[in-house]
């Protein structure tokens, strides 16, 4: 079974507005942390946000917010006032307190943010 | 000042050859691992040290050799490379602060692309 599902495999935005990108993840663990990463056409990797299982509020770092739902199992990824440069793959990955510390990567959303 | 820095940042081989890639860390973490990332842009988790010992061994093919020199080092060796190799390699970093204690955000190199001929 799929860990973290990842279910738009792309999005449009316009320039200014929000969007959110929808992932769900499968655990009887009840210790987990859910992160997003975001992979630009440059092909890096870039941390953008950690939400841990036990944290009472939703996780923000700038412009980017975590709309944690741990009874639904999701962990959407909120980018307000999108910019061109957020144009990028966007992966959402969990890690497991009995996994040993690896990440488990969803597919991907492709976002494209136009003017 | 890279975080997580490998090389070669390309790679172009032909089938059947050994290569290795390199990863240093200057984050002072003690664990490091191997994510393959494959032509549908799909990541996977390889191989994973904690201060120079192997923790995670995914089913990977022993063509594929890590090796931890020290705990800022991880480089991973592969012998009698084939077309199916050919893939993104990423190294990344993270502290393990010990249980409990849950954010160990993993920080990534910015990849190696294999090509295998």
């Known amino acids: 079974a799929q860990k973290i599902t990842q279910t738009q495999p792309g999005m449009f935005v316009q320039e200014k507005e929000a969007v959110t990108l929808d992932c769900t993840y499968d655990?009887?663990?009840?210790?987990?942390?859910l992160f997003w990463y975001k992979q630009p056409s440059s092909g890096e990797m870039i941390f953008l946000i950690y939400?841990?299982?036990?944290?009472?509020q939703n996780a923000t770092e700038g412009r980017y917010s975590l709309n944690f739902q741990k009874a639904r199992k999701s962990a959407n990824l909120v980018i307000s006032a999108s910019q061109l440069g957020d144009s990028a793959m966007y992966f959402c990955?969990?890690?497991?307190?009995?996994?040993?510390?690896?990440?488990?990567f969803g597919t991907g959303t492709r976002l494209l943010v136009s003017p | 000042d890279t975080a997580v820095s490998q090389t070669p940042k390309y790679l172009v081989t032909q089938m059947g050859n050994d290569k290795s890639i390199k990863c240093e860390q200057n984050?002072?973490?003690?664990?490091m691992y191997w994510y393959k990332q494959d032509s549908k842009k799909f990541l996977k988790i390889m191989f994973s040290?904690?201060?120079?010992?192997?923790?995670i061994n995914e089913t990977v093919p022993n063509r594929f050799s890590p090796k931890s020199p020290d705990k800022a080092h991880l480089n991973l060796h592969i012998n009698s490379l084939e077309l199916g190799d050919s893939a993104v390699y990423f190294c990344?970093?993270?502290?393990?602060?010990?249980?409990?204690?849950?954010?160990?955000?993993?920080?990534f190199g910015p990849g190696t692309r294999l090509l295998v001929l």
């Open positions: 040290y904690n201060n120079k010992e192997l923790i």
């Open positions: 984050l002072g973490h003690d664990t």
């Open positions: 655990t009887s663990d009840p210790s987990y942390g």
């Open positions: 990955a969990m890690r497991e307190e009995t996994g040993f510390q690896k990440l488990v």
């Open positions: 990344a970093s993270s502290q393990l602060r010990g249980l409990g204690l849950f954010e160990e955000t993993q920080y």
């Open positions: 939400q841990g299982s036990y944290d009472q």
